[in-house]
């Protein structure tokens, strides 16, 4: 059975139109984002991992090593099954700095450019041979179908075909942080494509070629004994050392880091990462052994790994042959593409912008990065065909796989620096980088270039025999590596940026621990600063972009919110750029204020941050420790007294709830400014206590809109050797704040209460000393009027007489006002005239003259009788009056009538003031509220008419404005029940 060229690219040009159509679809909103973040969606993708080698070199790996193909496939189990070790931690890395390669990873571990710049350039070689190895078993698999095909046209037309794909992939990713939902959902619909093909081929073998798994088994025990006598099973030692090269692969191998970091949805189900791929694995795996006996069973001539394609072929079934070839060209084509995209990338992050950056004028610096990332592209690729021309037919597949995988050996040292050890140090890691790849390619890499003659000098019989033994070889290279890491990182210990780096791989830190003041002064300068390297327009993107991620807003101006956003900037333009470009961009043209003196400590707000990111995974006596912490703080923030703290260069540190509710600001707001961001009422009161040395104490007057309020101040400092030796901020000042305005108030009013005792108590002797001579007045003026017929003389004595009536009220009025508060009981009032109970009160507010002019007019009827407490009641008018007396202006009438019923009477107190604002209608019988100015009111004596008033059984309302049309004026309203003889005769 023969194929056309015609076939073979129609049968293949349908499926890339296919996978087409699913790019566009997800491109244009046709397959919603939830398809492309759908967690089974998201494992197919993730079977990029399983190349065109994974179809031909497993079957190669069978063969050689029997058994031993499983390493493949129980690596990448591993791998996943056991995620938070190795996948989960680096996941949580890149997504936090948003680092999109293994690079940018390193470069951001080590703060160095040139250890991404080693990385990049190790990572190429290592890809170099993968990608070689798909253009390899493509051409063995388009000459197996049609024989004298030339191995460069194939070659060209993959290299041409991966340009393409790669070009039209990149254009739908301006920025290098964006995903391509389109890329996972075609690399899923190839997933699906490859294990379904595998399984059917695995099925036809079992069922058409055997008759079925019994026959299957017993011809596979008939023919062990020969087959293994020429195969002998894999060593322990080299099957261990398989099995972590397909461990660390997915890990290092640019396209699977790419769909692994990059492509990882935000919300994606830990457990399907876990055993999703591995599930695909087993079953990927689960055909190779079938189709290996198959094609042994036949006797074919042809190598192992191009059974997938003889055994159709063979029983003539050329639907099934044309399908296994579209999914080894696809799976060749898809892991090519990806590959190339990631590398471009990661070249472009640190290659060239590092040391090639684009001019400061450009418009658009993400379409530069597009144009450069194309370049890079072309190039890798033919590079790839030339390294797939050179190696073709010079080495097995299983060889050549070999080498390839070996190489993710000596990303050992520089992950167990990442996660596991803050010790590791950049000349550690590149030292031992460059002798491990360069161990490597002297080991494994020239003896591939040795068989086709490309190399004019043979070479050293001990390499050449390295060559043939990758384990030896793999392990020399790696001991090697290990050496100078472990080495290098000891005598050249990490600096403090390492360190900081470290600490924030291994627990989520920030990138800048130490409380630093920046040159910026708020967002709006960062604008300015970054506008310089990355023009106007992209500098608005970037920091806008941060803001709105960190909930800020560009008038932010905190210290620490400004630290939050500088670090936020940075891994924003790692993102982009790459660690290395960023950082360098983030301490030019956002640096620390050079004036300050460099802190010892970290950031006390960073480290709760930190903890509380943290608190889920502490265990053991971490996890008691932060259990006790959160009491302390919980305790702090529940106190029943405002507390906070400020640093030593007076940046707030901590801010209670009770502080919340005095000064109206929350934590949120404040923590991270100075004194200066509060209102400036709070800000020079605190600012006058926390600087005046001289005292720890203080009780000061707080003048805010609200009125005047008075505040118990307390300061601590913290011992000074203490702080010397936390490694974390500790505060210089701790505060505590006590509202004492309640109880000054008390005070005021018990004062006054003493006073008024003072006054009951002189007033009856006052009463009596004035009395007599005022008697003796009356009785001479009385004498004087009969005795003399003059009638001036007795107008005199009329005037006489009225003048000593009115000083007899006054002292009555007086002694009444101060027995009030004496309070009888219910069952003791009496009967009194509402008209002289409100004449009294009249009388009293009249002797204050330095009070503003008033006319009181009391129209109350005088045959209204109530039963009552005379001086309580007349409290309560004392009240009313001296409020509606405050409230107008002078000269102004305020009237006090009544009107009655049958058994109630209705007490009106009106005036033409101001009014009640509606604000505080609903408080203005609230204990201690007052809108008068501090020192002029208590706020108690409404609260307490309203109490006297329902003593007395009745009622008291308010009505605000009284005149509507004038808006103005206030009518209060007492109910009072009238009393009359008929009720006591009923009573």
């Not at 070199?57 to 189990?77: C, E, K, N, P, R």
């Not at 999703?276 to 990927?284: E, M």
């Not at 002064?521 to 960062?526: K, L, T």
Request: glycine share 6%; proline share 5%; aromatic share 8%.
């Amino acid at each position: 059975m023969s194929f056309s060229l015609g076939i073979l690219l129609g049968c293949l040009a349908g499926y890339l139109a296919l996978l087409g159509l699913v790019a566009i679809a997800s491109d244009r909103g046709w397959l919603t984002r939830r398809w492309s973040e759908n967690p089974l969606i998201y494992t197919l993708a993730l079977s990029i991992y399983f190349s065109a080698w994974a179809f031909m070199g497993s079957l190669a790996l069978a063969y050689q090593f029997q058994a031993g193909f499983l390493t493949l496939y129980v690596g990448v189990v591993l791998l996943f099954v056991a995620a938070p070790v190795l996948v989960r931690p680096v996941l949580r890395i890149a997504q936090s700095y948003q680092l999109g390669s293994l690079a940018d990873m390193m470069a951001f571990r080590f703060r160095s450019r040139s250890a991404g710049t080693w990385v990049a350039l190790a990572l190429t070689l290592t890809a170099l041979p993968l990608l070689a190895l798909q253009i390899r078993i493509l051409s063995d698999s388009v000459q197996f179908l049609l024989p004298g095909t030339p191995v460069l046209h194939i070659a060209a037309a993959f290299g041409a075909v991966a340009v393409i794909l790669t070009m039209l992939l990149s254009d739908r990713q301006r920025t290098p942080t964006q995903r391509h939902h389109s890329l996972v959902m075609v690399l899923a619909l190839d997933g699906a494509w490859k294990l379904a093909v595998m399984l059917g081929l695995g099925g036809f073998v079992v069922w058409q070629l055997f008759a079925g798994p019994a026959d299957l088994w017993n011809w596979q025990l008939q023919e062990a004994e020969r087959y293994l006598r020429y195969n002998p099973r894999l060593a322990l030692a080299p099957g261990l050392t398989m099995v972590i090269m397909f461990v660390l692969a997915p890990i290092v191998f640019p396209h699977m880091f790419h769909i692994l970091v990059r492509e990882h949805p935000d919300r994606s189900e830990p457990r399907w990462l876990q055993w999703g791929l591995p599930v695909y694995a087993a079953l990927f795996a689960l055909p190779v052994l079938p189709i290996l006996w198959g094609g042994i069973r036949l006797n074919f001539p042809t190598a192992a790994e191009l059974f997938v394609l003889s055994i159709p072929t063979f029983m003539s079934f050329p639907e099934l042959t044309l399908a296994l070839f579209v999914a080894v060209a696809s799976a060749a084509l898809t892991t090519t593409v990806v590959t190339a995209l990631a590398l471009a990338s990661m070249w472009v992050n640190h290659g060239v912008l590092p040391y090639f950056p684009p001019r400061r004028e450009s418009a658009d610096i993400y379409r530069w990065l597009l144009w450069m990332r194309r370049g890079i592209v072309a190039a890798l690729l033919a590079l790839s065909v030339l390294v797939a021309l050179l190696l073709h037919d010079q080495q097995s597949l299983t060889q050549l796989g070999l080498v390839t995988f070996a190489s993710a050996l000596q990303f050992i040292p520089g992950l167990i620096g990442l996660l596991y050890w803050p010790g590791a140090s950049r000349r550690g890691f590149v030292g031992g980088l460059i002798g491990g790849m360069g161990s490597w390619l002297l080991l494994m890499g020239l003896p591939l270039l040795l068989a086709p003659g490309l190399l004019p000098f043979p070479l050293p019989a001990t390499i050449a025999v390295l060559g043939d033994e990758w384990f030896t070889s793999s392990l020399l290279a790696l001991l090697i590596n290990l050496s100078l890491f472990v080495g290098l990182s000891i005598r050249y210990p990490p600096s403090r940026r390492e360190l900081a780096a470290a600490s924030a791989c291994s627990q989520n830190a920030p990138l800048s621990p130490s409380r630093r003041a920046l040159r910026a002064h708020n967002a709006r300068e960062f604008v300015q600063q970054l506008a310089r390297p990355l023009g106007q327009v992209t500098a608005e993107r970037e920091v806008d972009r941060a803001l709105n991620e960190l909930g800020y807003t560009s008038a932010e101006y905190r210290p620490f919110a400004l630290r939050r956003l500088r670090d936020r900037l940075e891994v924003n333009l790692s993102g982009l750029m790459g660690p290395s470009v960023a950082q360098a961009l983030v301490e030019r043209y956002l640096a620390v204020d050079s004036n300050e003196i460099d802190p010892a400590t970290e950031d006390l707000y960073l480290v709760e941050n930190r903890l509380e990111g943290l608190h889920t995974q502490l265990t053991g006596m971490a996890r008691e420790l932060d259990q006790l912490r959160r009491f302390h703080r919980d305790t702090l923030m529940r106190l029943p007294i405002g507390v906070f703290s400020l640093a030593a260069d007076g940046e707030i540190l901590l801010w209670n709830r009770v502080m919340e509710q005095l000064v109206g600001l929350t934590a949120e707001q404040v923590l991270g400014t100075r004194l200066n961001a509060l209102p400036p009422a709070w800000h020079e009161l605190l600012s006058q206590f926390v600087n005046d040395q001289q005292t720890d104490a203080a009780t000061l007057p707080l003048d805010t809109d609200e009125g005047r309020r008075w505040l118990s101040l307390h300061r601590s400092a913290p011992d000074a050797h203490a702080s010397a030796q936390s490694s974390v901020e500790s505060a210089a000042v701790v505060v505590l704040v006590d509202d004492q305005t309640q109880t000054k108030l008390l005070e005021d009013e018990l004062i006054h209460n003493e006073r008024l005792a003072a006054i009951g108590s002189l007033s009856a002797g006052v009463a009596h000393e004035i009395g007599n001579p005022i008697t003796g007045i009356d009785s001479l003026a009385q004498e004087l009027k009969y005795i003399s017929q003059d009638k001036d003389v007795q107008d005199v004595a009329v005037q006489i007489r009225e003048q000593t009536q009115r000083v007899t009220t006054i002292v009555q009025s007086l002694v009444s006002y101060a027995h009030a508060g004496q309070s009888k009981r219910q069952g003791d009032h009496s009967p009194h005239a509402l008209h002289e109970i409100v004449q009294d009160a009249v009388n009293l507010l009249q002797l204050s003259k330095d009070k503003k002019p008033v006319v009181l007019l009391n129209t109350v009827p005088p045959e209204l009788i109530v039963l009552c407490d005379p001086q309580r009641l007349g409290q309560v008018f004392i009240n009313l009056l001296t409020n509606a007396r405050d409230a107008s202006k002078p000269r102004d009438e305020i009237l006090i009538a009544a009107l009655a019923d049958a058994h109630r009477i209705h007490i009106e107190v009106v005036d033409r003031g101001t009014g009640i604002p509606d604000a505080v209608k609903d408080r203005i019988l609230e204990p201690f509220f007052t809108t008068k100015e501090v020192g002029k009111g208590t706020g108690l004596g409404l609260a307490l008419a309203s109490n006297i008033i329902e003593e007395h059984f009745g009622s008291l309302e308010f009505e605000s404005p009284a005149f509507r049309l004038e808006g103005r004026g206030t009518r209060v309203i007492i109910t009072l029940p009238r009393y009359s003889s008929d009720t006591e005769s009923a009573e």
